[in-house]
T-cell receptor, first 115, second 112 residues
């Protein structure tokens, strides 16, 4: 069975600092990987995804993530945090061999950005 | 840009009542999903729907729950007899390729 672990339920950074949100997965095959962001009282917005090909993927709002098979990781980074990045971030995986299958989410990381 | 819509945004109901949550997925998508998020917890999968039938469901999706695609655009989740523990945010999602899913804004269900 697949699972996702997000280390750190809460990460605090200063505006302009590097953002690093960690995600590790457990899966018998390399899964499809996703990062979603949830702003307060809103739905989930897809930030970026990895399916195949280049392991460094770029998403919206300046975020990027790198798939590292050897480390079973898909950490999310942004070089310079902005106040508007404060939100809940969810890493998710799905089975690449099952079309239309469910996403399995991690518990989420709350990002706080201070001025 | 096409988006998933959900109605109502907030539903308050008494324990034991039936509720129907509605969703309009993105029009050319093939897969439809319901997830829920209990306050402060992670997003949990309930059910997926493809080709007019349930393709996958979790252990949460028991006999109290049902889904329907009554016409070419709507996708509904019915909870037959609500319990206090059904209080949560319910998200509809739709997808086409690579299991990428687009989520609606959610319906906050409060069971009193």
């Amino acid at each position: 069975a697949q699972s996702v672990t997000q280390l750190g339920s809460h990460v605090s950074v200063s505006e302009g600092a590097l953002v690093l949100l960690r995600c590790n997965y457990s899966s018998s095959v390399p899964p499809y990987l996703f990062w979603y962001v949830q702003y307060p009282n809103q739905g989930l917005q897809l930030l970026l995804k990895y399916t195949t090909g280049a392991t460094l993927v770029k998403g919206i709002n300046g975020f990027e993530a790198e798939f590292k098979k050897s480390e079973t990781s898909f950490h999310l980074t942004k070089p310079s945090a902005h106040m508007s990045d404060a939100a809940e971030y969810f890493c998710a995986v799905s089975d690449p061999n099952q079309a239309g299958t469910a996403l399995i989410f991690g518990k989420g990381t709350t990002l706080s950005v201070s001025s | 840009e096409p988006e998933v819509t959900q109605t109502p945004s907030h539903q308050v109901t008494q324990m034991g009542q039936e509720v129907i949550l509605r969703c309009v997925p993105i029009s050319n998508h093939l897969y439809f999903y319901w997830y829920r998020q209990i306050l402060g917890q992670k997003v949990e999968f309930l059910v997926s729907f493809y080709n007019n039938e349930i393709s996958e469901k979790s252990e949460i999706f028991d006999d109290q729950f049902s889904v329907e695609r009554p016409d070419g655009s709507n996708f509904t989740l019915k909870i037959r007899s609500t319990k206090l523990e059904d209080s949560a945010m319910y998200f509809c999602a739709s997808g086409a390729f690579y299991n990428e899913q687009f989520f609606g804004p959610g319906t906050r269900l409060t069971v009193l």
